[in-house]
């Protein structure tokens, strides 16, 4: 798949849609609460979805290598749960948790992403330096996608900083990546979260990307659970995971799911 550089049409919508979707992902926050479950959210994040007159991305998506659809809106993984969490009736949050918080809506044809962590209440100082940490590693990333660098730049400037914290030695993990989006929830280029100066795609005015550190307090393994979806981590420690779509220009990048 070539890398598609969107028309000025193309952006207007994906700006529409960027906004839309940053309010539905805080509105969502805003309910993530002890005693609420996985579930609840994804119910209400479909309500608010379908309120702005869009679609969900990932109900029933099934990428290359899946075996079955996701078969919820929103993902919601919890604690040592990576990404891709499949909501559950049964899965209640309570005081101390971290819940990733990752989805994507159609507006008007076209896809945008993004997700973040919140804590449950009151977390331990080393959660909530994680998502610190792991917010701050997005915006270092978004910095470095100007035009002219790489996709090699922006995993450069991740893993740089990731490596720099001297708090902790997190994992960052390498299966998983940011990409493209826009015409579809996942386009070329693939971007991860680590990379060589240089190296990789050249950025260029136009392309529509989404940059997703996933950051572990522990190793960067991960393992699959029997559901097909739901990474997790292999030494069972926390992680968390923030996302933003943005255009790059030709000078600042643009977040397009910026909260407003």
């Not at 040592?80 to 899965?91: A, F, L, S």
């Not at 080393?126 to 792991?134: D, R, W, Y």
């Not at 659970?225 to 990474?231: K, Q, R, S, Y």
Request: proline letters at 5%; charged letters at 25%.
């Amino acid at each position: 798949m070539a890398i598609i550089i969107k028309s000025p049409e193309e952006i207007e919508i994906l700006r529409e849609g960027g906004k839309h979707l940053a309010v539905v992902l805080h509105k969502l926050k805003e309910k993530v609460l002890p005693g609420i479950s996985t579930r609840d959210l994804d119910i209400y994040a479909e309500k608010l979805i379908h309120e702005f007159g869009d679609t969900p991305a990932f109900l029933n998506y099934r990428p290359e290598g899946a075996n079955v659809p996701y078969p919820a809106s929103l993902c919601v993984s919890v604690n040592d749960e990576v990404v891709h969490g499949i909501p559950n009736k049964n899965k209640i949050l309570k005081e101390g948790d971290i819940v990733s918080l990752d989805l994507g809506i159609k507006h008007n044809g076209l896809f945008t992403d993004m997700a973040l962590t919140a804590p449950v209440g009151e977390i331990n100082p080393s959660n909530k330096k994680l998502l610190e940490v792991t917010e701050e590693a997005l915006m270092v990333g978004i910095g470095s996608a100007q035009a002219g660098n790489t996709v090699g730049d922006i995993g450069y400037a991740i893993e740089s900083f990731i490596h720099s914290r001297k708090e902790n030695k997190y994992g960052i993990v390498e299966v998983l990546a940011g990409h493209g989006v826009g015409r579809s929830i996942h386009e070329d280029p693939f971007i991860p979260n680590f990379g060589k100066k240089g190296k990789g795609a050249k950025l260029v005015p136009g392309m529509v990307i989404a940059l997703e550190p996933m950051i572990n307090l522990g190793t960067k393994n991960v393992t699959i659970d029997d559901d097909g979806w739901t990474f997790r981590t292999a030494d069972r420690k926390n992680s968390a995971h923030f996302e933003h779509t943005i255009l790059i220009t030709e000078g600042e990048p643009e977040i397009l799911t910026k909260n407003f």
